[in-house]
Structure formats: structure tokens, C-alpha cells
């Protein structure tokens, strides 16, 4: 079945998410989740009388939220030409500097198995598994066996939505989301992870990051002579 002929509203409508992680995403780290996905398979469209579920497993890694600006999300590469329309928008219309947060993920798909019992009960009997173990970041969905990464998807964006707020106030909290006048205003997170590129910069000599952070952000033309006399430490 092609894309265009799918009933993704139906496939939403089957896929559920039966455990949900016990804690939020980490605003200052990495956050991994172990993941259980079920499905009934194919085949039981020719053969009703097996009961059975596939159950994929892995592990969904969340890297650290990272505070971004339309200006900075302009300037990152991998979007869609929809997407840097959308930044040039929030770029005109929030202001250059405004701050938001980027949250990325990786799939790290491990196994699959075909185990004995409705999907239902295989999800039940592996969330009460879970619980008993004290997994507090593992996540159960049952979803549709052909489109089965929609149930990741699914997870991912409320997972998100669940964190967004504790994130913002941490970053708050500490002050990372402030502007910093003297830069144009890019937030202070910003500013703190120049200072570390330009510290590592000096003992390896490397500066091709920090040159792309600078430019992404910017401020080049600020940090300029900073930037040209880790050259003549090397010479």
C-alpha cells in the first residue's frame, strides 16, 4: 500500500501507548527510554485462528535539549525547504533571538519476536513485568505491525510536549534563556558554550566548531579578534 493511500487517522486510532515513562526528559543531559512496541502481525489477516503479537524492542535516545533561535535554526542544515521558510517567518515576526528549545532523537532498534497472545495481554503482561522491575524509563504501545514506528512517533511527541515546561523552567531557573545585550541578545546559554568552544580551542587547537557556532549564532564579528589571536598562539 502506498503512502498516499494510507488511513493514517485509522492507524492513529489503533496505536496506544499502555506505559509511559516514570520521569520527564533531562534539561541538562541525555535521556534514554527502553521501548516495547506491539503489533498483531500480518499474516492473521489470512490466519484468524493464531493469536499471536510482534514485539519490537530498543531504545529511543533524547539528546540534551538544546536552546536555539530562529537566527541559529536558519543557519543549521537537514530541514526541509517548508522548514527554513518557517524559520525565516520566526525570524521576522518573534525577533531574531527569541529563544526556543530543540529536542532531537535517535532510534536505536535492538530486537523482534513473535510471542503467543493478543497484543493486549502481551502489552499488559509486559508493563506489569516493568513494574515489578522499578523500570521507570520504559515505554509499552501497541500499534499497527506495517506502520509500527507511528506508535515511536506518537510517544515521541507527547513525551516532548510532557517536558516542555520543566525543561523551560530549568533553563530559566539558571538563567540560560536570558538575552545577553552585549551579543545582540542571544541567550546566555549561548554565550556559555562559545566560552567552552573557545577553552577547547586553545588546548587542541581545533576551531572549526567554533567557528560554525559563531557564524550560526551571529556574532562572529564580536568575537573576531578573539577568535584570530588563537592563531597566533599556535604560530
Do not use: C
Not at 102 to 109: D, F, G, I, T
Not at 152 to 165: G, M
Request: no cysteine.
Amino acid at each position: 500500500m502506498s503512502e498516499d493511500n494510507v488511513d493514517w487517522k485509522k492507524v492513529l486510532e489503533n496505536t496506544s501507548i499502555i506505559r509511559f515513562p516514570k520521569q520527564k526528559l533531562a534539561t541538562f543531559g541525555n535521556t534514554s527510554i527502553n521501548y516495547y512496541v506491539i503489533t498483531e502481525p500480518l499474516y492473521t489477516v489470512i490466519d484468524s485462528k493464531s493469536e499471536e503479537g510482534v514485539v519490537r524492542t530498543g531504545v529511543v535516545v533524547a539528546e540534551k535539549p538544546a536552546i536555539i533561535t530562529p537566527y541559529y535554526a536558519m543557519h543549521l542544515q537537514g530541514f526541509s525547504e517548508d522548514a527554513y521558510e518557517y524559520f525565516k517567518e520566526l525570524n521576522t515576526s518573534s525577533g531574531q533571538n527569541n529563544p526556543g528549545i530543540l529536542y532531537q532523537y535517535k532510534n536505536e532498534p535492538s530486537e523482534m519476536e513473535i510471542v503467543s497472545g493478543s497484543p493486549k495481554a502481551i502489552a499488559a503482561n509486559i508493563d506489569s513485568d516493568l513494574e515489578k522491575k522499578k523500570s521507570d524509563m520504559s515505554v509499552v504501545m501497541i500499534g499497527v505491525d506495517e506502520y509500527w514506528d507511528v506508535a515511536l512517533l506518537k510517544f515521541v511527541y507527547e513525551f516532548t510536549a510532557n517536558s516542555i515546561a520543566n525543561n523551560i523552567n530549568e533553563f530559566s531557573s539558571r538563567g540560560l534563556l536570558d538575552p545577553d545585550e552585549s551579543l545582540g541578545g542571544i541567550p546566555r546559554d549561548a554565550v556559555q558554550k562559545i566560552d567552552k568552544l573557545f577553552s577547547e580551542a586553545e588546548r587542541d587547537g581545533s576551531t572549526d566548531m567554533l567557528k560554525l557556532e559563531l557564524d550560526r549564532w551571529g556574532v562572529f564579528e564580536q568575537y573576531q579578534d578573539r577568535f584570530l589571536n588563537l592563531f597566533k598562539r599556535t604560530f
